[in-house]
């Protein structure tokens, strides 16, 4: 695999700074009832285009773009199916499957904890992985963290969702292999040399264990 990176297939595109939400809409918070969790969640992807850009995989990128435009445009599916995720965080999960006729097109996993919200959105293209989008929201204090409680705990900050930290990460497969790996975050990432290797494979798993769900 790291020949593969070696001879110019692999691409990682790093921007560091903080990135907050710009907007409602693209916010999330904390879970620590069900009400929250059934309330307040991270957007998924709906009727965006991918701007990624990599002169060296533009051809190889295109295809990859098209198939995540069109899914996550689609507003009536053949099928939709949703199981709990469990043991995986500390307040637990969920999935949802999207199926077309031709089969399963989407999933998008909601993993929740008490400092933080994950969302992963896998795109298949004829039938494998074609694009994996992740958003992670980090807080800065529990949603239940109150002015109150900033009070009463001598602290000098309460829940505040435009101070969550969040990162984004933009995994390219082609054939079933990672191609680029678009990563956007407020902390930054130490990348060594069988990152690439890692994040396939970790992604390949997570997924399986997935489909377990429905099948």
């Known amino acids: 695999m790291k020949n ?33 969790q059934d309330t307040v969640r991270i957007n998924e992807t709906f009727n965006e285009n991918d701007t990624t850009n990599s002169k060296g995989l533009k051809k190889q990128l295109k295809p990859i773009q098209s198939n995540f435009k069109r899914l996550n445009s689609i507003t009536k599916w053949t099928s939709v199916k949703k199981k709990d995720i469990e043991g995986e965080s500390a307040e637990g999960g969920e999935a949802t499957f999207y199926y077309m006729d031709k089969g399963l097109e989407k999933v998008i996993a909601r993993h929740y904890g008490e400092m933080g919200q994950k969302l992963i959105e896998y795109y298949l293209l004829n039938g ?11 807080y800065n204090r529990p949603l239940f963290y109150d002015a109150k409680a900033m009070k009463e705990n001598n602290d000098t900050e309460a829940f505040d969702l435009k101070k969550s930290e969040i990162t984004m990460i933009r995994n390219y497969f082609e054939n079933g292999n990672i191609i680029l790996i678009n990563a956007t975050t407020g902390r930054g990432y130490n990348i060594s040399a069988d990152y690439p290797a890692e994040q396939e494979k970790e992604i390949k798993e997570d997924f399986k264990r997935l489909l377990k769900l429905v099948d």
Do not use: C, H, M, P
Request: proline content about 0%; hydrophobic content about 45%.
């Open 4 to 36: 593969r990176f070696l001879y110019g297939v692999f691409i990682i595109l790093i921007s560091l700074g903080s990135v907050y939400a710009q907007k409602s809409g693209d916010q999330a918070s904390v879970f620590f009832t069900t009400k929250a």
């Open 128 to 138: 494998q992985l074609s694009f994996v989008f992740e958003k992670e929201y980090r």
